[in-house]
């Protein structure tokens, strides 16, 4: 369990996140969703650790959240590939900086998510959406205790992010890692994940909702889907 008590965190002395409670169980997927400048990156470099200086309380499993211990995948916004390594030294960096061995893993995935052939290339080789298979493989591979996704599919074409969202979830399914992904899509969130946050431009959480929609895709002329996202949107404009 993931358990985030009265988090606040300023910026020079300007307030971007305001008495935040959030508490996610093992295994579940949750979605934050904010407009521009909210500070859902800062929450999530908080969680992963970058930022140290918040006050309130983060903890795993009843203990204090410690990166140095807890192992926590971040996939951010630009992939953060090593453009001098190969796909698959990328991807096994993971297991070094964790001392672990396990090639038959990198194959595994890589094979789930359709990388098996780009294994060798060089990220400047690599469109978009091959960028992103390899962090969200380098991240499964990693066996986090917490995953934190920044916006991971916003930059893909319609066709290859459905593609992308289906891979994610597949390997998602066969080894339901705890994960928070920040989004600006509604649609995303509610195929994504099966509780979301809104987060308000003050910083502030406004509203938490249970998704019934997790892991389905709807067309908008459903009805009930299509009041969900209306409900969602005017809840984002406020
Ligand atoms: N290093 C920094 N120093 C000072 N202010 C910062 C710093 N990084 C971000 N900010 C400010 O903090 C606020 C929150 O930024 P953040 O990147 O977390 O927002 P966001 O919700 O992720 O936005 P977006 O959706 O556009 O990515 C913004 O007003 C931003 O300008």
């Known amino acids: 369990?993931?358990?985030?008590?009265?988090?606040?965190?300023?910026?020079?002395?300007?307030?971007?996140?305001?008495?935040?409670?959030?508490?996610?169980?093992?295994?579940?997927?949750?979605?934050?969703?904010?407009?521009?400048?909210?500070?859902?990156?800062?929450?999530?470099?908080?969680?992963?650790?970058?930022?140290?200086?918040?006050?309130?309380?983060?903890?795993?499993?009843?203990?204090?959240?410690?990166?140095?211990?807890?192992?926590?995948?971040?996939?951010?916004?630009?992939?953060?590939?090593?453009?001098?390594?190969?796909?698959?030294?990328?991807?096994?960096?993971?297991?070094?900086?964790?001392?672990?061995?396990?090639?038959?893993?990198?194959?595994?995935?890589?094979?789930?998510?359709?990388?098996?052939?780009?294994?060798?290339?060089?990220p400047k080789k690599l469109s978009g959406g091959q960028k992103q298979r390899v962090a969200i493989a380098r991240s499964f591979v990693l066996k986090p205790q917490l995953l934190l996704m920044d916006e991971p599919f916003s930059a893909l074409d319609a066709i290859t992010r459905d593609n992308i969202q289906d891979n994610f979830l597949k390997i998602w399914n066969n080894n339901p890692v705890t994960t928070l992904i920040v989004t600006h899509s509604v649609e995303e969130a509610l195929y994504l994940s099966q509780k979301i946050y809104i987060i308000t431009e003050e910083g502030n959480l406004y509203k938490k909702i249970d998704n019934d929609f997790f892991q389905k895709r709807f067309e908008f002329y459903n009805e009930d889907y299509y009041k969900c996202i209306k409900n969602i949107k005017k809840d984002l404009s406020i």
């Open 1 to 122: 369990m993931l358990n985030i008590e009265g988090l606040n965190f300023s910026y020079n002395e300007r307030n971007i996140l305001k008495n935040i409670n959030i508490s996610v169980k093992n295994g579940e997927i949750i979605s934050i969703i904010g407009p521009s400048g909210a500070g859902k990156t800062t929450f999530l470099k908080i969680l992963a650790g970058i930022i140290k200086d918040y006050t309130g309380q983060i903890k795993i499993n009843d203990e204090k959240i410690n990166p140095k211990k807890n192992i926590i995948g971040l996939i951010p916004q630009d992939y953060g590939l090593l453009p001098w390594k190969t796909v698959y030294e990328n991807i096994k960096i993971s297991l070094k900086i964790k001392r672990k061995k396990n090639d038959d893993l990198i194959h595994k995935i890589s094979n789930l998510i359709g990388i098996e052939d780009i294994l060798n290339k060089y």
